[in-house]
């Protein structure tokens, strides 16, 4: 479990061909040494297990259905990713409770800078945006945002400039893929509800 709080903004080393998967290799001196094996860390909001740890890089598995599902697959060395490690159950809960199951994809359609501060605005299925609401939560990349607007098929976020510089989001340009996770509790009650509506 994760808050979508990033502790960091990382560099991937190397991505190397384990078919039918991919070894990446994450260059991450703020907390590698303090990684152990088997741990999980969030990358761009995907839940991943550390198979390896060597010196400041943590090497990461990702299989075809996360390599598919997510944009981890368009990952090359020198991309920028964002990483949180799992939530102690003594942390505060400063984002809001986040699986690293990512749901789906976005698309950036459209991005209003304001000075330092940031508009934007993502396209996604209305599979996903059925889970929404305004001033509720979502995951972008594991980022821990408040939702805006929410309309059939796309959604914005306001972003704050501690948030654009600290993680990968500063850096989205429109076109750009991202990874969603809907909030946990709008899952169970839109199965709670569809239940309820079953004859």
Not at 141 to 166: K, M, Y
Not at 185 to 190: E, H, I, R, S
Request: charged share 20%; net charge negative.
């Amino acid at each position: 479990m994760f808050t979508g709080l990033v502790e960091t903004r990382a560099t991937i080393a190397e991505v190397r061909p384990e078919p039918p998967g991919k070894r990446l290799l994450v260059c991450v001196p703020s907390f590698a040494g303090e990684a152990s094996l088997g741990e999980s860390v969030a990358v761009n909001g995907c839940c991943l297990t550390v198979v390896e740890v060597e010196g400041d890089r943590l090497a990461f598995e990702a299989g075809p259905e996360t390599l598919s599902r997510t944009n981890l697959g368009g990952l090359v060395a020198g991309s920028f990713v964002n990483l949180e490690r799992s939530l102690r159950l003594s942390d505060r809960l400063g984002g809001h409770l986040v699986t690293g199951h990512i749901d789906g994809s976005a698309t950036l359609e459209r991005r209003e800078d304001s000075g330092a501060w940031a508009v934007f605005w993502f396209r996604t299925s209305p599979q996903w945006t059925a889970q929404m609401v305004s001033k509720g939560s979502i995951a972008v990349d594991g980022v821990s945002l408040t939702l805006v607007d929410v309309e059939a098929e796309r959604f914005s976020v306001a972003l704050i400039p501690h948030t654009l510089e600290v993680t990968t989001l500063g850096q989205l340009r429109p076109g750009d893929v991202v990874n969603l996770e809907t909030d946990l509790l709008a899952k169970y009650v839109q199965k709670q509800l569809a239940h309820d509506a079953t004859p």
